[in-house]
């Protein structure tokens, strides 16, 4: 969602006042922040931490790499990214809770594929994120051991010099990525109230 967010700051201002180009726009980064998920994000998790991972693909220089990919996705499309195989039916919920003296609190939770695993002592139930293609793209068997998985969950707190502004997330597995995407364009590039945006019609891309 970073990634996606850092590309679409780079693009004029006028597009976000024609729905057709916002559309096309939007479909690009999705694009693009898929190819690059799968070409340069999950092996480089295998190599680092999740910190400095997160560091690395919202750095200017990584941001300026996939730059004309993202303009050739605008200009001709998006490319076929990676097939996801038939989805699946799941059970990810998310809430937010801001309280009268502005804390803000944002949870997502996912048994989508449970394991059949509880935690000991936790009393949750373990998901089986192996078993997620959107978590797992390359299939059972493909990854080493030990190998940080990504989530596709991503509960977000906007905030302003330390004060939070809104809170937010969603479940739908891979369309949680391009749902926030969305919303989250519309509120802090376009400027219109978090209401409206999460309430607009929203697109998503994937695989073809």
């Known amino acids: 969602v970073g990634f996606g967010l850092r590309l679409l700051e780079r693009v004029h201002p006028s597009v976000w006042d024609d729905p057709a180009q916002t559309m ?27 910190v400095d991972v997160n560091g690395m693909i919202l750095d200017d220089g990584f941001i300026a790499s996939w730059w004309p990919a993202f303009e050739r996705a605008v200009n001709h499309g998006p490319s076929e990214g ?12 998310h809430v937010s809770v801001v309280d009268a003296n502005g804390w803000a609190c944002t949870l997502t939770s996912s048994n ?4 059949g695993i509880a935690v000991p002592g936790s009393g949750a139930g373990g ?7 959107d978590l797992n793209p390359g299939g059972f ?3 080493p051991a030990g190998m940080r998985l990504t989530s596709m969950m991503c509960p977000v707190v906007v ?21 926030l995407l969305q919303v989250l364009t519309r509120t802090l590039l376009c400027g219109e109230p978090i209401q409206q945006a ?6 998503h891309f994937e695989h073809d």
């Not at 989508?112 to 394991?115: A, P």
């Not at 004060?163 to 949680?176: H, K």
């Open 24 to 50: 096309v726009h939007l479909l690009a980064a999705m694009s693009t922040t898929l190819r690059a998920r799968v070409e340069e994000l999950d092996g480089a998790l295998a190599q680092h931490s999740a």
């Open 82 to 93: 990676p097939n996801e195989g038939r989805p699946t039916p799941g059970n990810t919920t």
């Open 127 to 133: 998901n089986n994120f192996l078993g997620e293609s």
């Open 198 to 203: 999460v309430d607009r019609p929203r697109i």
């Open 159 to 179: 905030s302003r010099d330390s004060v939070p502004l809104f809170a937010l997330g969603s479940g739908g597995s891979n369309r949680i990525r391009t749902a």
């Open 112 to 115: 989508g594929e449970g394991c």
């Open 141 to 143: 068997h493909s990854s």
